[in-house]
């Protein structure tokens, strides 16, 4: 177990970096964030030179690949990180100079243990595209098939798993003040990066995502996903289709190739909602370089990596508050909020279909170019504040990925207005779901279902109560406290203290002399 001096240094370093990028100066001047943590960021802050203006990607750029893909993470969270912060992030792309062929063939051969010239008759060694987790290349198979090869760069996995480990320990530590800190529920903001990301580091997963993708969006037309070669796909390789078309964020050459604009901004957008509000499995991932636009028209995603899901009732619990929000029906959508438990039930209904009424009304009927995504957030954010909301870890991805879609969607069409493409959908879909004939049916399988688990359930409780005659039931056994624990509270706070003020200590120590960056 990593001890948590070096949790603190690495921190350290961590900050000496943020501080340097002016990244820091929002969370000291936020009067929600604990005297402690800002007491450690000034101490870790002594000596370094602070960029004017906060440059929180460049800060995570700086720091490494694990802190690249957190930032992207925390994007997704600007109640946790400030509306600033969170938009900055949300342009961090995840680029960074190529690993030597050398290493991307060794890895090649000797996780398929053959040749690379067994696989591929051609093979560019000059990647098209390196990020922090993975590098891709084109290539041609021995069937004469042109393909995308995405492999790992070696030693991700054990670096990724060392800086996560530093993280969970600092959100742990956050999260024990208490208040603001633990309303927003930082451990479960790591717990959720650390899932997606161990996800990406296994690609035989991502090739699995994409293949169920694939499936969930068979009947859509103008939206695809590229095929899987499985034979040449394993944990550190996947193989897919090569896709020849446009970035779909190269607006000119796409208009030029006579593309209709607005109607491909509205079936990326009802694309979106098919994958989460109907299938509840979605790309989570939808940048700009994540989009391509074929010569026929047709959208096509890759890089699934990163991926959502929402279970049915959450589902549903969505597209009636999109379609409450789209409709002005306020009651409705702070009735959900108490049913789904998001506001705990000593708030009143009314006062919180108020607050919705004061977020929703100025953003309906109105162009994207005409909202201020700044002051809706604001507005949120009070609300959640104001009626004790906890963060909803499963709605995360999905905020980040309709953030994602509105951006691509309003630079293909400036005067596209989100509700109105949604609403229609959003209402056929409660109307399926929904109306009298689906509750029937649901009514009828979940009565079948439970019937059908009645012996099972049975077998259950007789293995639970067996006949007398068998070996007694054990006594229960007494808490125990076990020594590591035995500390009083305050020993242990002051040992962290001290830690803290010695890991600070040799930061500054080592920045004075040139030993860190």
Do not use: C
């Amino acid at each position: 177990m990593t001890r948590p001096a070096t949790h603190i240094w690495r921190l350290g370093k961590w900050a000496r970096i943020l501080a340097r990028h002016g990244a820091l100066r929002g969370i000291q001047n936020d009067p929600n964030t604990p005297m402690p943590v800002k007491r450690l960021i000034g101490l870790f802050s002594i000596g370094t030179v602070k960029s004017r203006e906060p440059d929180y990607a460049g800060a995570f750029r700086a720091i490494g690949p694990a802190a690249i893909k957190l930032g992207q993470t925390l994007a997704t969270r600007p109640d946790l990180v400030g509306e600033e912060a969170a938009r900055n992030l949300l342009s961090l792309q995840d680029n960074l100079p190529p690993v030597d062929f050398a290493l991307i063939r060794d890895t090649i051969e000797s996780s398929f243990e053959q040749p690379l010239e067994a696989l591929f008759s051609e093979f560019d060694d000059t990647p098209i595209g390196a990020a922090s987790i993975a590098q891709v290349h084109k290539a041609v198979t021995t069937e004469g098939r042109q393909v995308a090869v995405k492999v790992l760069r070696p030693g991700v996995r054990e670096r990724f798993a060392k800086d996560i480990q530093t993280y969970e320990w600092a959100a742990a530590q956050l999260e024990s003040f208490g208040g603001e800190a633990a309303r927003l529920r930082p451990r479960l903001t790591i717990a959720n990066f650390k899932r997606w990301t161990l996800r990406e580091l296994d690609l035989r997963r991502e090739a699995a995502s994409a293949s169920e993708l694939a499936e969930i969006m068979v009947g859509a037309e103008g939206y695809e996903i590229p095929g899987i070669d499985w034979d040449r796909t394993n944990g550190r390789v996947m193989t897919i289709d090569w896709i020849d078309g446009v970035k779909i964020s190269d607006t000119e050459a796409i208009r030029a190739a006579g593309h209709d604009m607005d109607e491909l901004a509205s079936r990326l957008v009802i694309a979106f909602l098919q994958q989460a509000i109907a299938a509840g499995f979605f790309h989570a991932d939808m940048h700009q370089g994540n989009l391509f636009v074929r010569s026929d028209g047709t959208i096509v995603a890759i890089d699934f990596g990163i991926m959502g899901r929402i279970d049915k009732q959450a589902r549903r619990w969505l597209a009636e508050i999109l379609y409450g929000l789209t409709t002005g029906d306020y009651r409705r959508v702070a009735e959900i909020h108490f049913e789904a438990q998001y506001v705990p039930s000593y708030h009143n209904v009314d006062e919180f279909a108020t607050a919705l009424r004061a977020v929703g009304e100025p953003m309906r009927g109105k162009p994207v170019s005409e909202l201020s995504v700044g002051q809706m957030l604001d507005g949120l954010f009070a609300i959640t504040r104001d009626f004790d909301m906890q963060t909803q870890p499963h709605l995360l991805l999905l905020q980040k990925t309709m953030v994602m879609v509105e951006g691509i969607a309003t630079q293909l069409n400036p005067g596209i207005n989100m509700w109105d493409v949604s609403a229609p959908y959003v209402r056929n879909w409660i109307r399926d779901e929904l109306g009298p004939e689906a509750a029937i049916a649901d009514r009828i399988r979940e009565d079948t279902e439970t019937l059908l688990r009645l012996p099972q359930l049975i077998r259950r409780i007789e293995e639970r109560f067996p006949p007398r005659g068998g070996a007694p039931e054990p006594p229960p056994l007494p808490d125990v406290e076990l020594l590591r624990d035995s500390r009083p509270a305050g020993l242990r706070a002051l040992g962290y203290i001290a830690a803290a003020l010695a890991g600070g200590a040799l930061t500054w120590l080592a920045a004075a002399s040139g030993w860190i960056a």
